[in-house]
C-alpha cells in the first residue's frame, strides 16, 4: 500500500530520498528502440545536464544518479533550511537561473536580470520561491517536465512523457543512503549496459572515480562528496571506501540480474 507523498517528505524537514521516474511509452527515454531502428541515446545527456544544473539551484544535494534506458534513479539530500538563510539575491538569480527569459528563443540577460529585480521587489513572492526551492517535489518537477518537453518537442507529439509522479523512498539512516548509492550506482552494471564502473556512462560512479578525493572541491557545487563538505551531512565512509564497495558488490554475479563486473 503506497503512502500519500506529505507522510514521506516533511515540507520543512531535511532528509535523504531516492527518486525514481518511469518513461510511459513504449519507446525509450533513452537508448535504441529495437522497434523503429531509432537512437535516442543523446537523451541521456539531457537529463544529466539538467540534473546537475538543478541540484546547483536547489536547497538540494546531489548522492548518486543513473540515467537507464526507460527511468532516471536519483539520491539526494533535501535541505528547505539552506534556502531560508539565502539572501533575497541568491534566491532570485536561482530562480531565474532555472526559468530564464527567452526572445527568439535565446536567453536575454538583460530581461533576466530586470526579472530577478521585480522578484526580490515582492516579499510574498520571495517567500514563495524560498519554499520551492528548499522542495522535494518542485526539484523533481523541474527535471522531469523539462525533459518531457524536450522529448515532445523532438518526438512531435504531445501528452504524458513520464508514467506519473515520481517514486520517492525515506532513507533514514547512513546505512540505507549507502546501500542505495551503491543499488543505484551499480544500475548500469545491473543491466548490462557496462562492464566496468569506469564505462558507466550517464552515472555519478563514473563521475566520482574521474573527480577522485583529491579533487573533492570539484564536485561540490553538483554532485555532493561523501566527506569534507561542511555545508552539507556528511557520510562517515571515505570515497575511496565506498568506491570499493561499490566494485566488491558489483562483482557478485546474481542470477536474477544481466551483468556483473
Same mark, same amino acid.
Given at each position: ?30 537508448? =535504441? %528502440?529495437?522497434?523503429? $531502428? /531509432?537512437?535516442? !541515446?543523446? *537523451? ?109 518537442? =523532438? %518526438?512531435?507529439?504531445? $501528452? /504524458?512523457?513520464? !508514467?506519473? *509522479? ?96
Amino acid at each position: 500500500m503506497r503512502y500519500p507523498r506529505h507522510h514521506i517528505v516533511a515540507p520543512e524537514a531535511a532528509g535523504f530520498f531516492h527518486c525514481v521516474s518511469r518513461c510511459v511509452r513504449r519507446a525509450f527515454l533513452c537508448g =535504441e %528502440d529495437a522497434y523503429s $531502428g /531509432r537512437s535516442y !541515446e543523446h *537523451r541521456r545527456a539531457w537529463v544529466e545536464e539538467r540534473l546537475l544544473m538543478l541540484a546547483e539551484c536547489f536547497a538540494v544535494g546531489l548522492y548518486a544518479y543513473a540515467v537507464m534506458s526507460n527511468h532516471v534513479h536519483v539520491v539526494l539530500h533535501v535541505d528547505p533550511q539552506a534556502a531560508n538563510d539565502w539572501s533575497d539575491e541568491e534566491v532570485a538569480e536561482r530562480w531565474v537561473r532555472l526559468f530564464p527569459v527567452y526572445v527568439d528563443e535565446v536567453i536575454d540577460e538583460r530581461l533576466c536580470r530586470e526579472k530577478a529585480q521585480r522578484l526580490q521587489g515582492d516579499p510574498e513572492r520571495m517567500v514563495e520561491l524560498r519554499r520551492r526551492m528548499g522542495s522535494l517535489s518542485w526539484f523533481m518537477r523541474c527535471l522531469n517536465e523539462s525533459i518531457a518537453r524536450q522529448a515532445n518537442r =523532438e %518526438d512531435g507529439c504531445t $501528452g /504524458r512523457f513520464w !508514467e506519473g *509522479r515520481f517514486k520517492c523512498q525515506a532513507l533514514l539512516d547512513e546505512q540505507a543512503v549507502l546501500a542505495c548509492m551503491a543499488y543505484v550506482d551499480l544500475n548500469p552494471i545491473r543491466a548490462g549496459m557496462a562492464k566496468e564502473l569506469t564505462a558507466s556512462e550517464h552515472a555519478s560512479i563514473r563521475r566520482r572515480i574521474q573527480h577522485g578525493q583529491a579533487r573533492a572541491k570539484s564536485l561540490t557545487a553538483s554532485l555532493r562528496p561523501l566527506v569534507g563538505m561542511p555545508s552539507s551531512p556528511r557520510l562517515s565512509v571515505r570515497a575511496i571506501d565506498y568506491l570499493e564497495l561499490v566494485d566488491w558488490s558489483g562483482r557478485v554475479v546474481r542470477q536474477d540480474k544481466r551483468g556483473s563486473i
